[in-house]
């Protein structure tokens, strides 16, 4: 396997193990630990370590070694402010368009579907889920407000990722982001819009809410020292 392979597979195994809270904030770890854990050398264990610190999960600590990330809400909720912000101005802006059901054709093909044909794995529906909202902001035309919501939802993805691990959460995103796609073809964008800021905002404190317990869970779970 090559080296960009095993430092591939290393991300996978690390981010799968930040995501399940199996390190939680605080903890620290070297690259040779992490190594030993892979059975893997330290140049793909490095890579990877370095890529989870440019998406935020991790610092590293000079002659100290790696720490996780302690969660900062307030920030992601500033986040998540301005992220609503930009959605609803991309709105404005689809709503004016004169072929926007052929721009929002493959979000209602995916979205407005019967409950039985709805897709039910999380990591699936996740991912569309935040490719819905990128799609919306990239349908409006404005380059520059693509880029600066795909830079947040880069780095609100750290909490983010929690939400469809309560089931529930997959019916209700089907059924408002139809609502949000149905006003938007009926050319109503102030109830669009509206809906599209609860929808976030329900979002924003789901998630907030998922993280704390699960957080609170695995540090409960730690063996003592």
């Given at each position: 396997m090559s080296s960009t392979s095993l430092a591939s597979l290393a991300y996978d195994k690390l981010r799968q193990a930040l995501d399940n809270f199996q390190y939680v904030p605080g903890d620290r770890f070297s690259e040779n630990e992490v190594g030993a854990d892979l059975g893997?050398?330290?140049?793909?264990?490095?890579?990877?370590?370095?890529?989870?610190?440019?998406?935020?999960?991790?610092?590293?600590?000079?002659?100290?070694?790696?720490?996780v990330n302690s969660i900062d809400f307030t920030m992601f909720e500033q986040l998540y402010d301005v992220r609503s912000i930009l959605e609803c101005a991309a709105l404005d802006l689809l709503v004016q368009t004169p072929d926007l059901e052929i721009r929002l054709h493959e979000?209602?093909?995916?979205?407005?579907?019967?409950?039985?044909?709805?897709?039910?794995e999380i990591a699936t529906v996740s991912r569309n889920d935040e490719q819905f909202h990128m799609a919306l902001v990239a349908a409006s035309g404005n380059q520059e407000m693509a880029r600066i919501h795909r830079d947040i939802?880069?780095?609100?993805?750290?909490?983010?990722?929690?939400?469809?691990?309560?089931?529930?959460r997959i019916d209700v995103t089907y059924e408002e982001h139809g609502d949000i796609l149905k006003s938007l073809l009926s050319r109503d964008g102030l109830q669009a819009k509206?809906?599209?800021?609860?929808?976030?905002?329900?979002?924003?404190?789901?998630?907030?809410?998922?993280?704390?317990?699960?957080?609170?869970?695995?540090?409960?779970?730690?063996?003592?020292?």
């Open positions: 893997m050398s330290r140049t793909p264990v490095r890579e990877a370590l370095v890529r989870l610190q440019r998406e935020g999960y991790i610092s590293v600590i000079p002659k100290l070694g790696w720490i979000l209602t093909a995916l979205w407005c579907i019967p409950a039985p044909q709805r897709l039910s939802t880069d780095r609100i993805r750290i909490v983010r990722r929690l939400e469809f691990t309560r089931n529930y509206s809906l599209l800021q609860q929808h976030i905002r329900v979002s924003r404190d789901e998630v907030k809410n998922i993280t704390l317990h699960t957080l609170q869970n695995a540090r409960q779970k730690q063996p003592s020292l």
